[in-house]
């Protein structure tokens, strides 16, 4: 069983703090994503990353930014949190970018900021 | 026009019933689709994947695909209260990018 592990399920931080959500994986994928799931607007592509050291912006990056020093672990960091970045955070692997890799999401985080 | 296009519901439908979830889609030169069941406060998991036009059954669900109408649907036959539900579409396009829709919500009343 593929397993993608998000380090928390829920975070209260506050306005200006520096957040860190981590992910790992256990399969060996290639294929790492970060994303924001809010009500009415579904899911939000914030960065992706094909290979280690490699970043790639995805919709909506600004305020955003990712760490991928190790294939199996891929880290989101809000530099300075936000009200607006209060969402439910899900971090996503896949195997390779074929047309049948699927992606295979962890728990989530959900995240509050006062 | 947004990428990939689902009605948000909520569709009722009573127990034993078959549902019937739609998905369109803009870019045709589409390749994969896959539907994924998000129970609230879950994550988003996997149930159906299809890649050619036609239909693909895997138990009570069947995926159908219509790569000329770009459309692609979900049928979830003798519906059970556990199947409730949102059930987000999820088309791969010709870059290779997964676009998700905002999903149906499903809800199967005993």
């Known amino acids: 069983d593929v397993k993608v592990t998000q380090s928390s399920r829920y975070l209260v931080k506050r306005t200006g703090e520096k957040v860190f959500l981590e992910c790992v994986q256990d399969?060996?994928?290639?294929?790492m994503f970060w994303y924001r799931q809010d009500p009415g607007l579904g899911l939000r592509l914030i960065y992706f990353s094909y290979d280690v050291k490699m970043k790639e912006k995805g919709d909506i990056p600004e305020g955003y930014s990712v760490s991928r020093e190790k294939k199996e672990r891929f880290s989101l960091i809000l530099e300075s949190a936000s009200t607006n970045q209060t969402s439910m955070y899900l971090c996503?692997?896949?195997?390779?970018?074929?047309?049948?890799?699927?992606?295979?999401f962890g728990a989530g985080t959900r995240l509050s900021v006062l | 026009q947004k990428e990939v296009e689902q009605n948000s519901g909520p569709l009722s439908v009573p127990e034993g019933a078959i549902a019937s979830l739609n998905c369109t889609y803009s870019d045709r030169g589409s390749q994969s689709f896959f539907w994924y069941r998000q129970y609230s406060g879950k994550s988003p998991e996997l149930i159906m994947s299809i890649y050619s036009n036609g239909d693909k059954e895997d138990g009570r669900f069947t995926a159908q695909l219509n790569k000329a109408s770009q459309y692609v649907s979900l049928l979830i036959r003798d519906s059970q209260p556990s199947d409730s539900a949102t059930y987000l579409c999820?088309?791969?396009?010709?870059?290779?990018?997964?676009?998700f829709g905002q999903g149906t919500e499903l809800s199967v009343k005993p």
């Open positions: 996503a692997s896949s195997f390779d970018r074929g047309i049948k890799n699927i992606q295979y």
């Open positions: 999820a088309v791969r396009n010709q870059g290779g990018k997964l676009i």
């Open positions: 399969m060996d994928h290639e294929n």
